[in-house]
Protein backbone atom coordinates (compact mmCIF):
# COMPACT_ATOMS: atom_id res chain seq x y z
CA UNK A 1 0.00 0.00 0.00
CA UNK A 2 1.48 3.54 -1.19
CA UNK A 3 2.08 5.77 2.05
CA UNK A 4 2.90 9.24 1.82
CA UNK A 5 3.74 10.62 5.40
CA UNK A 6 4.24 14.59 5.88
CA UNK A 7 5.91 16.38 8.92
CA UNK A 8 7.54 19.67 9.28
CA UNK A 9 4.46 22.16 9.59
CA UNK A 10 3.29 24.34 11.83
CA UNK A 11 2.95 28.00 13.49
CA UNK A 12 5.74 30.03 11.48
CA UNK A 13 6.13 34.11 11.72
CA UNK A 14 5.81 36.12 8.23
CA UNK A 15 9.64 35.85 6.56
CA UNK A 16 11.26 32.76 8.20
CA UNK A 17 11.36 29.42 6.55
CA UNK A 18 10.35 26.12 7.35
CA UNK A 19 11.44 22.45 6.09
CA UNK A 20 8.46 19.81 5.34
CA UNK A 21 9.68 16.05 4.93
CA UNK A 22 7.58 13.55 3.38
CA UNK A 23 8.57 9.65 4.23
CA UNK A 24 7.34 7.51 1.31
CA UNK A 25 6.37 3.60 1.74
CA UNK A 26 4.76 0.95 -0.23
CA UNK A 27 6.72 1.73 -3.74
CA UNK A 28 9.95 2.14 -4.96
CA UNK A 29 10.21 5.87 -4.49
CA UNK A 30 13.43 5.97 -6.55
CA UNK A 31 11.29 5.31 -9.63
CA UNK A 32 8.47 8.15 -9.58
CA UNK A 33 8.39 11.73 -9.66
CA UNK A 34 7.17 13.84 -6.86
CA UNK A 35 4.67 16.54 -6.28
CA UNK A 36 4.00 19.34 -3.20
CA UNK A 37 0.88 20.96 -3.59
CA UNK A 38 -0.93 23.01 -1.46
CA UNK A 39 -4.39 24.08 -0.23
CA UNK A 40 -5.18 27.07 1.40
CA UNK A 41 -7.97 26.54 4.54
CA UNK A 42 -11.27 26.05 2.28
CA UNK A 43 -10.15 27.05 -0.83
CA UNK A 44 -8.97 25.38 -4.24
CA UNK A 45 -5.88 23.20 -4.93
CA UNK A 46 -2.50 24.73 -6.13
CA UNK A 47 0.35 22.61 -7.90
CA UNK A 48 3.72 23.81 -6.15
CA UNK A 49 6.84 21.90 -7.77
CA UNK A 50 7.68 18.52 -9.38
CA UNK A 51 11.39 16.29 -8.65
CA UNK A 52 11.91 13.72 -11.18
CA UNK A 53 12.95 10.46 -9.86
CA UNK A 54 16.59 11.54 -10.63
CA UNK A 55 16.38 15.11 -9.50
CA UNK A 56 17.20 15.76 -12.62
CA UNK A 57 13.99 17.72 -13.30
CA UNK A 58 12.26 20.12 -11.48
CA UNK A 59 9.58 22.82 -12.38
CA UNK A 60 8.00 25.35 -10.05
CA UNK A 61 4.55 27.30 -9.90
CA UNK A 62 5.62 30.79 -10.46
CA UNK A 63 4.64 32.16 -7.49
CA UNK A 64 7.06 30.29 -5.60
CA UNK A 65 10.16 30.16 -7.65
CA UNK A 66 12.66 31.40 -5.66
CA UNK A 67 11.36 31.02 -2.51
CA UNK A 68 10.68 27.63 -2.47
CA UNK A 69 13.23 24.72 -2.99
CA UNK A 70 11.99 20.87 -3.92
CA UNK A 71 14.20 18.00 -3.08
CA UNK A 72 14.51 14.27 -2.51
CA UNK A 73 16.80 11.89 -0.90
CA UNK A 74 16.17 8.50 -2.67
CA UNK A 75 18.58 6.49 0.23
CA UNK A 76 15.54 7.92 2.50
CA UNK A 77 12.35 7.83 1.04
CA UNK A 78 12.70 11.65 1.85
CA UNK A 79 10.92 14.26 -0.13
CA UNK A 80 11.31 17.29 0.98
CA UNK A 81 9.93 21.16 0.46
CA UNK A 82 12.09 24.03 1.65
CA UNK A 83 10.23 27.21 2.54
CA UNK A 84 11.85 30.40 2.86
CA UNK A 85 10.67 34.44 3.45
CA UNK A 86 7.28 32.76 3.75
CA UNK A 87 4.38 35.08 3.52
CA UNK A 88 0.68 35.10 5.11
CA UNK A 89 -0.77 33.61 1.84
CA UNK A 90 1.12 30.91 2.44
CA UNK A 91 -0.68 29.59 4.88
CA UNK A 92 -1.72 25.93 3.34
CA UNK A 93 -2.11 22.31 3.76
CA UNK A 94 0.93 21.05 2.05
CA UNK A 95 0.17 17.49 0.55
CA UNK A 96 3.03 15.33 -0.81
CA UNK A 97 2.23 13.47 -3.70
CA UNK A 98 3.06 11.34 -6.18
CA UNK A 99 3.13 11.36 -9.75
CA UNK A 100 0.42 8.95 -11.60
CA UNK A 101 3.02 7.49 -14.68
CA UNK A 102 2.84 8.23 -17.44
CA UNK A 103 1.21 11.49 -17.01
CA UNK A 104 1.45 14.36 -14.58
CA UNK A 105 -1.51 13.60 -12.33
CA UNK A 106 -1.84 12.64 -9.21
CA UNK A 107 -2.05 9.21 -7.99
CA UNK A 108 -1.51 9.05 -4.38
CA UNK A 109 -1.93 12.13 -1.65
CA UNK A 110 -0.23 12.24 1.83
CA UNK A 111 -2.93 13.36 4.31
CA UNK A 112 -1.18 17.17 4.09
CA UNK A 113 0.59 18.91 6.94
CA UNK A 114 -0.44 22.62 7.86
CA UNK A 115 1.75 25.90 7.28
CA UNK A 116 0.26 29.12 9.15
CA UNK A 117 2.57 32.00 8.88
CA UNK A 118 1.35 34.72 11.40
CA UNK A 119 2.39 37.21 13.86
CA UNK B 1 0.20 28.77 -18.59
CA UNK B 2 -3.01 26.56 -19.47
CA UNK B 3 -5.85 28.38 -17.62
CA UNK B 4 -8.80 25.95 -16.21
CA UNK B 5 -12.03 27.18 -16.23
CA UNK B 6 -14.43 24.44 -13.80
CA UNK B 7 -18.79 25.21 -13.67
CA UNK B 8 -20.20 24.93 -11.57
CA UNK B 9 -19.02 25.89 -8.28
CA UNK B 10 -21.77 24.53 -6.37
CA UNK B 11 -24.95 22.55 -7.11
CA UNK B 12 -27.09 20.98 -4.72
CA UNK B 13 -29.07 17.77 -5.72
CA UNK B 14 -31.12 14.38 -4.44
CA UNK B 15 -30.02 11.12 -4.24
CA UNK B 16 -30.04 9.05 -8.03
CA UNK B 17 -30.14 12.09 -9.92
CA UNK B 18 -27.24 12.97 -12.75
CA UNK B 19 -24.90 15.41 -12.26
CA UNK B 20 -22.70 16.83 -15.03
CA UNK B 21 -19.45 19.29 -13.91
CA UNK B 22 -17.42 21.03 -16.59
CA UNK B 23 -14.05 22.27 -17.52
CA UNK B 24 -13.04 24.13 -19.93
CA UNK B 25 -9.55 24.63 -20.71
CA UNK B 26 -7.83 27.69 -22.53
CA UNK B 27 -5.88 25.65 -24.73
CA UNK B 28 -6.34 22.19 -26.42
CA UNK B 29 -5.15 19.33 -23.85
CA UNK B 30 -4.97 16.56 -27.14
CA UNK B 31 -1.97 15.61 -27.68
CA UNK B 32 -0.99 15.07 -31.47
CA UNK B 33 1.47 12.35 -30.22
CA UNK B 34 -1.24 9.59 -28.89
CA UNK B 35 -3.99 11.47 -29.81
CA UNK B 36 -5.49 11.34 -26.00
CA UNK B 37 -6.98 14.04 -23.46
CA UNK B 38 -4.52 15.40 -20.32
CA UNK B 39 -7.33 15.98 -17.97
CA UNK B 40 -7.45 14.50 -14.92
CA UNK B 41 -10.57 14.39 -12.01
CA UNK B 42 -10.49 14.05 -8.46
CA UNK B 43 -12.77 14.32 -5.43
CA UNK B 44 -11.75 15.37 -2.13
CA UNK B 45 -14.55 14.65 0.66
CA UNK B 46 -14.56 16.77 3.97
CA UNK B 47 -11.81 16.61 5.79
CA UNK B 48 -9.69 13.95 3.48
CA UNK B 49 -7.29 14.64 0.82
CA UNK B 50 -7.69 14.63 -2.68
CA UNK B 51 -8.09 11.36 -4.14
CA UNK B 52 -8.07 11.04 -8.04
CA UNK B 53 -10.96 9.65 -9.87
CA UNK B 54 -10.14 9.76 -13.71
CA UNK B 55 -7.28 10.68 -16.35
CA UNK B 56 -6.36 11.21 -19.61
CA UNK B 57 -10.31 12.31 -19.69
CA UNK B 58 -12.06 9.72 -19.63
CA UNK B 59 -10.01 6.53 -17.99
CA UNK B 60 -11.32 5.43 -14.06
CA UNK B 61 -8.99 4.41 -11.59
CA UNK B 62 -8.92 0.93 -10.04
CA UNK B 63 -11.96 0.89 -7.42
CA UNK B 64 -13.62 4.15 -8.65
CA UNK B 65 -17.21 3.08 -9.37
CA UNK B 66 -18.62 3.23 -13.09
CA UNK B 67 -20.94 6.39 -11.84
CA UNK B 68 -18.12 8.29 -12.44
CA UNK B 69 -17.74 8.65 -16.06
CA UNK B 70 -15.35 11.50 -17.93
CA UNK B 71 -15.55 12.66 -21.09
CA UNK B 72 -14.85 15.18 -23.59
CA UNK B 73 -11.60 16.48 -25.87
CA UNK B 74 -9.35 19.61 -27.08
CA UNK B 75 -11.05 22.07 -24.51
CA UNK B 76 -13.99 20.90 -23.10
CA UNK B 77 -14.36 18.33 -20.90
CA UNK B 78 -17.14 16.90 -18.50
CA UNK B 79 -17.45 14.32 -15.30
CA UNK B 80 -20.83 13.06 -15.20
CA UNK B 81 -21.88 10.93 -11.61
CA UNK B 82 -24.92 9.12 -12.79
CA UNK B 83 -27.46 7.96 -10.01
CA UNK B 84 -25.61 10.34 -7.17
CA UNK B 85 -25.39 8.80 -3.84
CA UNK B 86 -24.86 10.08 -0.09
CA UNK B 87 -21.35 9.28 -0.25
CA UNK B 88 -20.70 11.57 -3.02
CA UNK B 89 -20.89 14.83 -1.18
CA UNK B 90 -17.51 16.46 -2.00
CA UNK B 91 -15.14 18.78 -4.15
CA UNK B 92 -14.67 17.99 -6.82
CA UNK B 93 -11.42 19.49 -9.41
CA UNK B 94 -10.38 19.17 -13.18
CA UNK B 95 -6.57 19.14 -13.56
CA UNK B 96 -4.79 19.38 -16.33
CA UNK B 97 -1.57 17.08 -16.98
CA UNK B 98 -0.70 18.25 -20.69
CA UNK B 99 2.19 20.69 -19.39
CA UNK B 100 3.74 22.90 -16.64
CA UNK B 101 2.64 24.63 -14.90
CA UNK B 102 0.61 22.04 -13.76
CA UNK B 103 -2.90 23.79 -13.41
CA UNK B 104 -6.13 22.80 -11.35
CA UNK B 105 -9.79 24.50 -12.04
CA UNK B 106 -11.29 26.29 -9.01
CA UNK B 107 -13.49 22.99 -7.86
CA UNK B 108 -16.91 22.61 -7.89
CA UNK B 109 -19.07 21.66 -4.19
CA UNK B 110 -21.31 19.05 -4.74
CA UNK B 111 -24.69 19.03 -1.80
CA UNK B 112 -27.15 16.03 -1.48
CA UNK B 113 -30.20 17.72 -0.71
Known amino acids: EVQLVESGGGLVQPGRSLKLSCVAS????????MHWIRQAPGKGLEWVAY????????YYADTMKGRFSISRDNAKNTLYLQLSSLRSEDTAFYYC????????????WGQGTLVTVSS | DIVVTQSPSSLAVSAGETVTINCKSSQSLLSSVNQKNYLAWYQQKPGQSPKLLISLASTRESGVPDRFIGSGSGTDFTLTISSVQAEDLADYYC?????????FGSGTKLEIK
Open chain 2, 95 to 103: QQHYSFPLT
Open chain 1, 51 to 58: ISSSSGTI
Open chain 1, 26 to 33: GFTFSDYG
Open chain 1, 97 to 108: VRRGPPGFWFAY
